[in-house]
């Protein structure tokens, strides 16, 4: 049953490094039983976070292990409750960030095979990357740029591979917590030519959320969030109009999978955002519109993909909650 039965922990912490030899034995372990107690997973952790020297088979036994011990090992198997979510944060995160790639890579498998995981697991993945745009620094900058107010296509994908973790197989609407992290990393970006990737996530997250609340039916995240062809033949635009055509392109193409929401389909949706609370032990933060409204004009200030945005809307949706309607009228104005 014991994991670590072939190998000594404080061997490995005292020299620092984890051999290939370690791993195979490991590995073998593992194998015979699949079985891994909560005192070895803290001694796992403990390797990583002690020995600088590891071998390349280190990282995706880690990774592979410790999430079979937090998905399909703790209870209830393969869902990941608030108790579990905050151990694993405590361990990955014991000043509040995340220390090392190993461990973000840990905490982005645990999201994509769990069936479902509490919204603060997922808010804490998100932090990384709203992190590193705004310190540049964190395991996503370790070898990279250290530049601030910028986010690479490859972070963005990080995101998007989040959200679609968290909208696991039901047509759950991006949350407040998700919204509230993807607005702070939009405000934090320097002004200048944006990112067409970053662009065409956000609008169509914010999009999401705001349908959402005006009485559309949000379809699968998949779909929702999709990224599209039009990125890599954008042509030639000013800068006047380059986020205006970004917004219009990304949100042209997920239109039609928006429609009214049936009285029967919310009250489906309000019975599945029900179950997964009861399962993981919290409550989900649905993007309420006067939330919303009051979120974005916290500063007095919109960015110019979030104006786009909202023009957008206004020429384009049928039906809109009043809150937004509000914020609509007031930003055409100005």
């Not at 919204?119 to 745009?133: G, K, P, S």
């Not at 929401?261 to 609370?277: G, N, T, W």
């Amino acid at each position: 049953m014991s994991i670590l039965r072939s190998v000594s922990v404080d061997d490995m912490v005292s020299r620092g490094s984890i051999r290939e030899q370690d791993v195979v034995r490991m590995r073998q372990s593992f194998y015979d039983d699949g079985l891994i107690g909560r005192d070895e997973a803290e001694n796992l952790i403990r390797l990583n976070g002690a020995c600088p020297v590891q071998d390349a088979a280190w990282a995706p036994f880690f990774v592979q292990a410790m999430s079979d011990f937090i998905v399909n090992q703790a209870e209830p198997e393969g869902y990941v409750t608030s108790a579990n979510a905050d151990w694993l944060i405590a361990v990955i995160a014991p000043e509040g960030e995340v220390r090392t790639k190993t461990e973000l890579d840990l905490l982005l498998h645990v999201l994509d095979t769990a069936r479902w995981s509490p919204e603060r697991l997922v808010r804490f993945a998100l932090e990384e990357v709203r992190r590193a745009v705004v310190e540049g620094d964190g395991p996503l900058r370790a070898h990279g740029t250290r530049s601030m107010g910028k986010i690479t296509d490859a972070e963005v994908e990080l995101v998007r591979r989040v959200l679609y973790a968290f909208g696991g197989d039901g047509n759950i609407a991006i949350t407040r917590a998700e919204a509230e992290v993807l607005i702070a990393i939009e405000e934090s970006l320097a002004e200048g030519t944006p990112s067409a990737a970053w662009t065409d996530l956000f609008v169509k997250a914010m999009a999401n959320v705001i349908l959402a609340a005006s009485g559309y039916a949000p379809p699968s995240r998949e779909e929702a969030l999709r990224s599209d062809a039009w990125l890599k033949s954008r042509g030639d635009l000013s800068a006047s109009n380059l986020v205006g055509a970004m917004v219009s392109n990304s949100l042209g193409s997920v239109w039609n999978a928006y429609c009214e929401q049936s009285s029967e389909e919310r009250a489906l949706a309000r019975l599945e955002r029900q179950r997964i609370e009861i399962i993981t032990n919290e409550e989900i933060t649905e993007g309420e519109a006067a939330w919303l409204v009051e979120r974005l004009t916290r500063d007095d200030k919109l960015t110019p993909t979030e104006l786009a945005l909202i023009d957008y809307l206004r020429r384009e949706a049928t039906m809109l909650h009043p809150a937004l309607v509000d914020l609509v009228r007031r930003t055409s104005a100005a």
